[in-house]
T-cell receptor
């Protein structure tokens, strides 16, 4: 149980285009989802916290107009990288928690974004 | 701000060897501490956790003790197996790991040779 999926697993796009990444909780309802970014040989950096039905909370230094997050249902959160540039190339990982106060995050397998 | 420092890899050991992966942290207050493991092609999985000083987390033969005096949470296993080969992440949370995001170390790639 507590499986989180991400789609796509890999995506290559041209500079200037937008890319949407989906994060789904497959067998549970997730009140909160998180989006992380991982650079090569670096740690995962929290980008934003997404609560179902409300606006995402972004970490300092993360451009909310660049990284659009939508958490429209209890099983789906999406991250859209708008007007992507090569410096946005990275590994994007989402996680979800079962319910408020539950202290374990379940992680998706990640999405590798390459912007040409 | 919070930070986590862990030994860089790769760490290569022979099967049945003793494993230690060092992890130290900087945080305000009293964070909860975690070790996550990432097997090839899979998402991060919680390996063990400790929520207060002197707590010992354990799972699958792995152990880590929350040492407030040294701000450390070193991961140990007495006898590693080839199946333990993975990337291990040390992490902390100010909120217990649920409501807020986690602060991660860079990860340590562990390779166990038969």
């Amino acid at each position: 149980g507590a499986v989180v999926s991400q789609h796509p697993s890999r995506v290559i796009c041209k500079s200037g285009t937008s890319v949407k990444i989906e994060c789904r909780s497959l067998d549970f309802q997730a009140t909160t989802m998180f989006w992380y970014r991982q650079f090569p040989k670096q740690s995962l950096m929290l980008m934003a916290t997404s609560n179902e039905g409300s606006k995402a909370t972004y970490e300092q230094g993360v451009e909310k107009d660049k990284f659009l997050i939508n958490h429209a249902s209890l099983t789906l959160s999406t991250l859209t990288v708008t007007s992507a540039h090569p410096e946005d190339s990275s590994f994007y990982i989402c996680s979800a928690i079962l319910a408020a106060g539950y202290n374990e995050q379940f992680f998706g397998p990640g999405t590798r974004l390459t912007v040409l | 701000g919070d930070s986590v420092t862990q030994m860089e890899g790769p760490v290569t050991l022979s099967e049945e060897a003793f494993l230690t992966i060092n992890c130290t942290y900087t945080a305000t207050g009293y964070p909860s501490l975690f070790w996550y493991v990432q097997y090839p092609g899979e998402g991060l999985q919680l390996l063990l956790k400790a929520t207060k000083a002197d707590d010992k987390g354990s799972n699958k033969g792995f152990e880590a003790t929350y040492r407030k005096e040294t701000t450390s949470f070193h991961l140990e296993k007495g006898s590693v197996q080839v199946s333990d080969s993975a990337v291990y992440f040390c992490a902390l949370s100010d909120s217990g790991g649920g409501a807020d995001g986690l602060t991660f170390g860079k990860g340590t790639h562990l390779i166990i040779q038969p």
